[in-house]
């Protein structure tokens, strides 16, 4: 069964350049997320969209944008990057629908590195 | 403000052996979720459970689920070496048909299981 992309696996940046992180979700599935999850630490919810539109937000710096395309996949912009940001980066999908279950499906990640 | 707190947070144990991993949450929600993450990897989906005293087994691991205690467990059976992973707990505080994507992560049980 087909599952989350995202891409790149693995990015190097330097501080105060911007990185963009690419996720597919699983064909059918209405809703994507993202998240962050430093070394040691459970992934916290940035944000998410529903059919396109930013559905929710969580902690996700000013710094940090992201959108939905017309094809459903979703992209996570970060400008001027901090030693702090690196972390590993997860998108996920689920179909909303069944009584409001959303189970979220989570995709490889993007280990982000800044030095 | 929702909380979910695991516990233990780390676990080291013997193979053949049993043991519990408990997950509080401190506001009303019928919906939890057991996540299993391998160092570095993504989070595989083990369990959903949507109502007050949903059982559900999988193999040696069994996740419960008590609405009313706000408490989950994820129990493990005689234990093997290839259960060794972090186990996380995650807990949606919206009502049902409520669109609210966050789902919120505990800190997660680090299990070790000897040989």
């Known amino acids: 069964a087909a599952g989350v992309i995202q891409s790149p696996r693995h990015l190097i940046k330097e501080k105060r350049e911007t990185a963009t992180l690419k996720c597919y979700p699983i064909?059918?599935?209405?809703?994507v997320y993202w998240y962050q999850q430093g070394p040691g630490q459970d992934p916290q919810f940035l944000i998410s969209f529903y059919e396109k539109m930013q559905s929710d937000k969580g902690s996700i710096p000013d710094r940090f944008s992201a959108q939905q395309f017309s094809d459903y996949h979703s992209e996570l912009n970060m400008s001027s990057l901090e030693l702090g940001d690196s972390a590993l980066y997860f998108c996920a999908s689920s179909l909303w629908g069944q009584a409001g279950i959303h189970e979220q499906y989570f995709g490889p990640g993007t280990r982000l590195t800044v030095t | 403000e929702l909380k979910v707190e695991q516990n233990p947070l780390f676990l080291s144990m013997q193979e053949g052996k049993n043991y519990t991993i408990y997950c509080n949450y401190s506001?009303?929600?019928?919906?939890l979720y057991w996540y299993r993450q391998d160092p570095g990897k993504s989070l595989e989906s083990l369990f959903v459970l949507l109502s007050n005293g949903a059982v559900k087994q999988e193999g040696r691991l069994m996740a419960s689920l008590d609405t009313k205690a706000r408490l989950s467990t994820l129990h493990i059976t005689a234990a093997v070496h290839d259960l060794s992973a972090t186990y996380f707990c995650a807990v949606d505080p919206a009502p049902q048909l409520n669109r609210d994507d966050k789902i919120i992560f505990g800190k997660g049980t680090r299990l070790h299981i000897l040989p």
């Open positions: 064909p059918r599935h209405d809703t």
């Open positions: 506001t009303t929600s019928d919906r």
